[in-house]
């Protein structure tokens, strides 16, 4: 009986740290000649570290084939890319040679959120000496316009139901979160904050708001679930008024909505601007929307969409006219 050569490729994630390994990528990496391509990979140094000799081989698949004849067992390490165009050579030797098999063993794999971290390396190389000249320039104040333009967009892809557009733009929101947290690490030591202290912020806020997830309060539903956010909420803040922490910037039919709203849940009856001019009827607008459970920001942007989709079709038919 022929003895088959056994090649075996091991890969890992860069995301996790190095040397951290699953027991069956240990067992192959102990089971014969381990090589790499590049020695002082901090993944080879950790291999090392352990007792495991890794040598430095050229990036060809041929050669790297040849290391196992008469039935020995050779190993590559992948690199943090997983080598992936050198393996897919190889795989096309093993499967022409019946005396081979080649098999992948999967060493480490991304953690759930683990591409994460690529987007805070990005955006460090962006902002770091050598990076990106524009990026360079941006301020907190700089930015503000970004955020808002993004978060719009995002809301347009949301209400139209647009699954491929709200990916995307969910991406262009985390980006700005990305930069804002990358300029605080730059602030003066007592003003300085990370995105790893923004993350930590918002699980605690999480964990803290949620005491029927995670601390066995009993609830009956989403009510009680509304009501004890905003019992929590308030005590946190501390707040003298339920109008307390409304950001009256935002649009001028979301601000109306949103006090509405809050003086709804409250129970505040608080009667609303008198008169007949325009702000009065608009803001009386607003309260049927609010009682009826309905968004009027929302609504009015969809009834627009709709007069500009009549606009065009108009402007098409003077045109064919």
Not at 42 to 53: C, I
């Amino acid at each position: 009986m022929v003895a088959v050569d056994r090649l075996l490729i091991v890969t890992s994630s860069p995301r996790l740290p190095a040397g951290l390994l699953s027991w069956p990528a240990w067992e192959a990496l102990r089971s014969g000649s381990v090589y790499t391509l590049d020695v002082t990979d901090s993944q080879a140094q950790a291999v090392r570290a352990a007792g495991v000799d890794v040598q430095e081989a050229p990036a060809d698949a041929a050669a790297f084939r040849q290391l196992a004849r008469a039935g020995h067992t050779v190993v590559w390490l992948a690199g943090p890319d997983g080598d992936a165009a050198f393996v897919a050579v190889l795989a096309e030797l093993v499967a022409a040679d019946p005396d081979a098999e080649l098999e992948t063993v999967t060493g480490s794999w991304d953690p759930p959120g683990g591409r994460l971290l690529d987007v805070v390396a990005v955006m460090d190389r962006l902002r770091s000496p050598g990076g990106c000249p524009w990026d360079a320039e941006q301020t907190h104040q700089s930015l503000a316009p970004y955020l808002l333009e993004e978060s719009y967009e995002l809301l347009e892809a949301i209400e139209l139901d647009d699954l491929a557009h709200l990916r995307e733009e969910l991406g262009d929101v985390l980006l700005q979160v990305a930069f804002h947290s990358r300029l605080a690490e730059e602030r003066p030591e007592a003003e300085r904050f990370s995105i790893d202290d923004v993350a930590a912020d918002l699980v605690t806020k999480l964990i803290r708001r949620h005491p029927h997830v995670f601390a066995g309060r009993e609830v009956a539903g989403a009510a009680d679930v509304a009501a004890n956010w905003e019992t929590i909420k308030a005590a946190e803040k501390r707040r003298e008024s339920l109008t307390d922490g409304v950001p009256l910037g935002q649009p001028a039919l979301a601000l109306a909505a949103t006090l509405q709203r809050r003086a709804q849940k409250a129970g505040v009856e608080a009667t609303p601007p008198g008169g007949d001019d325009l702000g009065a009827r608009l803001f009386a607008l607003v309260g049927e929307a609010v009682a009826a459970g309905e968004d009027p920001e929302s609504a009015l942007r969809a009834t627009a969409r709709a007069y500009r989709d009549a606009v065009r079709t108009a402007e098409g038919s003077s045109a064919g006219g």
